[in-house]
């Protein structure tokens, strides 16, 4: 037997967790057979919020420790990143479990407030990616799935040139125009102040270490420019007869977006605002959390039938709305994390540019997109199905990314040094001795942030670009912008560190991301690939963009970080259906949540675990599940659309079936072949009972005990109905 070796799954939320309890069984019965131990930790948004408390272990803080160990192999699931409303619906569930947890403050004036308050913010928004990403990001579609779509192309709708949809952005003002970047020379430690017009300095960061090399941004979103933008947009789209829709990231920008969504619900609604914004304000009713929180918290007031009618006025005489759920009446505006950019503008574009508007109907849209750093990469997608018709999967190349994102890199790092502008006057980044490094004019209410990148993942992001194109031989694009000074500092240090690689022979370019965009999607069309080389953001975007339009779906791309120290993190795809899974599954009992992400990166988890402790058998078990996915997808064992086929329970079924059969017939390690040739036979032999099984439960109310945290022992009974099933894996 080979020596033990350990990997970590990790427990998080909604869909992928509920799946968990499905596949994990099956995975930890036939790792231990090759000595090779599974673990879980608990990063679940539960989960972090009673660590913050002391009422749970910090897993997610041993797990930021361990990333930076050489034998550090994490399996990653999707995880909720928690806007305000999310927060406040955990907290309650976790009170109404017996939990001792105080509410969220909506204003912290007391010191013991504002403590609770940071606590809890702790746990909002992109908690978890920067703290488990000590490495860059290596995503793209394995040739299994990318081979299944073109066989089995998924529906996209049509295009007409006479399409009205269009991006609206800003272009000025904003976060791109009024940045301004900095490479450090030497380790520091530097702090961010508001000096306001009387002289009056207020510290809003005291502390933040950098290191030489290290690049640091800083800039600001002009709000009075924004509000005039956004009534500019909102009455364009009522000229055109469009619908109007926003598109932030109110999730993982955390202090920023948010900010921004408020500023979009109270321009749709302005005599909302001005008849009772003060009486909403004093009433702690924040429309940074959305028309729903807003309507809900209305009722307790006095003016609570005057403020829906309000409402219905502001609906009555603005553009029509894009909505989430027509049917239910939850509209663009209703919660923030509703509609995330990188998961709804593709769907939009795989939808014939067409959002649902308030009437149940598809129609075209104004996608507002303030900021207007990478808006051009949405209008140029637009542009293109307009002159050339929608994409074919069954044709079309991929565009594969490595992104840049250990340490934190660039704006999903700068959560802690966001601020809303609370007076007139300069918010300045101060060097230790004294120099003024950045600073910016500002006025009440606009929102500042910097940023940072340091070095040493910048020369690892460059490395792997090159890896990537040469294993690949593949064209590799850098998508930075010249004209936009983070980018300029990039360009330059990508030009300083390529020459340390080989790349003879290879297509490396530099474009700013709407020319990078055209390119890619003009070798799509040919049936090409095309590497997108991007920063943190656009990692997002793209790995969303892409595989959508792709594949149907980001949730089967295999997504690997190297980690910088010699680990591995294996990233399972995207998680933004999860929440209308666990929805239908408590309404019906049938979870329509596909785990081709897991199968992936457990694959390749077992084979960085092979490398790592020279365990042959978590070989074995890596090459033989990737033979088995193939299967899977060639005899499409993905749970089906409706009720009635196989859902994530029955698709696991079959992984576990043809990865038995895999295992047993190689010829690599007989000893394994030796123990898995029974057990493959008796799962094949009680696959119609087991399917039965599985299948019989359908149709009928799903008690999980909770939505963010789950009753351990109605999850599993609900996730596991197949006593058949229950037995062999008990057995073996």
């Not at 430690?189 to 510290?203: C, K």
Request: hydrophobic share 40%.
């Amino acid at each position: 037997m080979a020596d033990t070796s350990k990997i970590i799954y990790t427990h998080t939320d909604e869909a992928p967790l509920l799946a968990t309890y499905s596949l994990l069984p099956i995975i930890a019965a036939y790792a231990a057979k090759a000595g090779v131990d599974v673990e879980t930790r608990d990063i679940s948004l539960a989960g972090r919020v009673l660590a913050q408390f002391g009422l749970a272990d910090d897993a997610l803080a041993e797990l930021g420790e361990l990333a930076t160990r050489p034998e550090a192999n994490i399996i990653k699931l999707p995880n909720v990143s928690a806007s305000v409303p999310q927060l406040k619906a955990v907290i309650k569930e976790l009170q109404d479990q017996g939990f001792d947890l105080p509410d969220y403050p909506e204003s912290a004036s007391s010191e013991e407030d504002r403590e609770v308050r940071a606590k809890y913010d702790r746990t909002k928004g992109s908690a978890v990616n920067p703290v488990l990403r000590e490495g860059n990001s290596d995503r793209r579609a394995p040739l299994s799935v990318k081979n299944y779509a073109k066989a089995h192309p998924h529906r996209m709708g049509a295009w007409s040139a006479d399409s009205r949809t269009n991006v609206a952005t800003m272009g000025e003002h904003d976060f791109f125009s009024n940045e301004k970047s900095v490479v450090i020379p030497a380790d520091d430690t530097l702090r961010i102040e508001h000096v306001g017009v009387d002289g009056t300095v207020t510290v809003l960061k005291a502390e933040t270490k950098v290191l030489a090399g290290e690049v640091v941004d800083g800039t600001f979103m002009d709000v009075a420019a924004l509000r005039r933008f956004l009534t500019e947009q909102i009455a364009r789209a009522k000229a055109d007869g469009v619908l109007f829709s926003a598109h932030l990231k109110a999730t993982m920008m955390k202090v920023s977006d948010p900010i921004i969504f408020g500023h979009v619900v109270q321009a749709f609604f302005p005599t909302l605002f001005d008849q009772y914004g003060e009486q909403l304000k004093a009433a702690g009713i924040s429309p940074n959390d959305g028309l729903g929180a807003l309507l809900a918290a209305a009722d307790s007031l006095p003016e609570g039938e005057a403020i829906r009618a309000a409402v219905t006025q502001g609906l009555a005489e603005g553009p029509a709305i894009a909505m989430v759920d027509s049917d239910k009446g939850i509209t663009n505006l209703h919660v923030p994390s509703d509609v995330i950019i990188d998961a709804s503008m593709p769907a939009m574009i795989r939808q014939s540019g067409h959002m649902w508007g308030p009437d149940g109907e598809e129609a075209d849209t104004l996608a507002v997109i303030p900021d207007s750093s990478y808006a051009g990469v949405y209008q140029t997608v637009l542009d293109d199905c307009r002159a050339h018709g929608a994409f074919d999967p069954a044709t079309m190349g991929s565009v594969p990314n490595v992104g840049l994102m250990a340490k934190a890199a660039e704006e999903y790092g700068s959560h802690d040094k966001t601020f809303e502008v609370p007076a007139a006057g300069t918010v300045r980044v101060v060097a230790s001795n004294g120099d003024v490094l950045i600073e910016h004019d500002v006025q009440p209410g606009d929102i500042w942030r910097a940023c940072q990148t340091k070095d040493a993942p910048i020369r690892d992001w460059v490395k792997l670009a090159v890896t990537r194109a040469r294993a690949s031989g593949t064209p590799a694009v850098f998508w930075l912008d010249a004209n936009r000074a983070h980018d300029a500092n990039l360009i330059a240090k990508v030009e300083a560190y390529l020459p340390e690689h080989d790349t003879d022979g290879l297509t490396i370019e530099i474009m700013p991301p709407a020319e990078a965009t055209a390119y890619s999607l003009e070798r799509i069309r040919k049936g090409e690939d095309t590497i997108s080389v991007t920063g943190n953001v656009l990692r997002d975007y793209n790995t969303d963009l892409f595989p959508i339009l792709e594949l149907g779906t980001s949730a089967k791309m295999l997504s690997i970080v190297p980690l910088m120290n010699g680990g591995g993190l294996f990233e399972t795809g995207a998680g933004g259906s999860a929440p209308k899974h666990v929805q239908q599954l408590v309404k019906e009992n049938y979870l329509r949540w596909d785990s081709l992400g897991e199968f992936f990166a457990l694959a390749a988890s077992f084979d960085h675990l092979s490398d790592y402790a020279g365990n042959k058998g978590a070989k074995v078990l890596g090459e033989t599940l990737d033979k088995a996915t193939g299967t899977f997808l060639e005899n499409d064992k993905s749970p089906t659309r409706r009720i009635g086929g196989i859902d994530n329970r029955g698709s696991h079924f079959y992984l576990g079936l043809y990865w038995a059969q895999e295992i047993a017939a190689q010829t690599d390690d007989t000893d394994l072949a030796a123990v898995f040739k029974p057990f493959a036979e008796r799962l094949a032999a009680a696959e119609d009972t087991i399917v039965a099984e599985l299948n019989a439960v359908q149709g009928s109310p799903a008690d999980i005990g909770g939505y963010y945290r789950p009753d351990e022992a109605k999850a599993e009974q609900v996730m596991r109905p197949s006593a058949t099933l229950n037995e062999a894996l008990a057995a073996f």
